[in-house]
Structure formats: C-alpha cells, structure tokens
C-alpha cells in the first residue's frame, strides 16, 4: 500500500467515523428532549401515544377541558391520579 491509498483510505474513513458520531449525537440530543412521564405515559398513552400530551399546550382551562373529552371517551381515572395529572400538565405543559 503506497502512501496515496493510505491517504484515501485514512480520509474515508475518518469521514465514516464522523457521520456515525453526527449521528449518534443527534439522536441522543433528541431523546434527551423529549421527556416522559410515568403517569401520563400510564394514563394517557393508551389510546393514542402520549406524544400527544408532550406536544401540546394549553391554559388550564384548556386542559380541563380536554381532561373531561378524555373521559367522555372512556378514560379510566381515579380522583387522585387526575389530580397528579393536572399538576404535570399545568407545571409542564402550560400555554403561557
Ligand atoms: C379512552 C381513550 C383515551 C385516553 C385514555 C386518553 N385519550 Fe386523549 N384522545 C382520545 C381520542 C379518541 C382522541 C382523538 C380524537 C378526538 O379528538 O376526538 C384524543 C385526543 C387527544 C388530544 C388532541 C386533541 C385535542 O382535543 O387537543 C389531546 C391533547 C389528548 N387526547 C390528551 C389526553 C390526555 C392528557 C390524556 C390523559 C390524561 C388522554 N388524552 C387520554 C382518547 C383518549
């Protein structure tokens, strides 16, 4: 192997090496921000992926609001854990 292939063959593979690394990198960053939470994982990944919920904002009201369309859909929910829930949901997921 002569100097020039050592050259490419260096160069392609330091190329390969950082696409690999760019990539784990941006993965890690986007799982790194999209959070999940237990509870709303629980209680409101079941029908549809709690996604949703992440990628939602709304006032209070509004939360309320689509709390009560959640158990007119079937939602099965004791007192407490709706409590719980609504505390995530107005200290995460709040329209400000
Ligand atoms: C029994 C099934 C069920 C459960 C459990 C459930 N959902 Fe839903 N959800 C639905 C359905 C069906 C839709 C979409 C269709 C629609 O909007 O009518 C929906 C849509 C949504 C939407 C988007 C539509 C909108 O009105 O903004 C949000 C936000 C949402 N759900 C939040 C929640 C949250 C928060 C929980 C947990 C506390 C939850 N869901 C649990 C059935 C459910």
Same mark, same amino acid.
């Given at each position: 192997?002569?100097?020039?292939?050592?050259? @490419?063959?260096?160069?392609?593979?330091?190329?390969?090496?950082?696409?690999?690394?760019?990539?784990?990198?941006?993965?890690?960053?986007?799982?790194?921000?999209?959070?999940?939470?237990?509870?709303?994982?629980?209680?409101?990944?079941?029908?549809?992926?709690? !996604?949703?919920?992440?990628?939602?904002?709304? !006032? &209070? %009201?509004?939360?309320?609001? @689509?709390?009560?369309?959640?158990?007119?859909?079937?939602? %099965?929910?004791?007192? &407490?854990?709706? %409590?719980?829930?609504?505390?995530?949901?107005?200290? %995460?997921?709040?329209?400000?």
């Amino acid at each position: 192997m002569n100097f020039e292939d050592g050259f @490419v063959l260096c160069r392609r593979l330091l190329m390969t090496l950082m696409v690999v690394g760019f990539s784990t990198l941006t993965l890690l960053l986007s799982s790194c921000s999209q959070q999940t939470l237990p509870l709303i994982e629980q209680k409101c990944g079941t029908c549809h992926t709690a !996604t949703i919920v992440y990628q939602t904002r709304r !006032t &209070e %009201e509004g939360w309320r609001q @689509v709390m009560h369309g959640m158990k007119i859909r079937g939602m %099965e929910i004791t007192p &407490e854990e709706e %409590e719980q829930v609504f505390a995530i949901l107005f200290r %995460e997921f709040l329209l400000k």
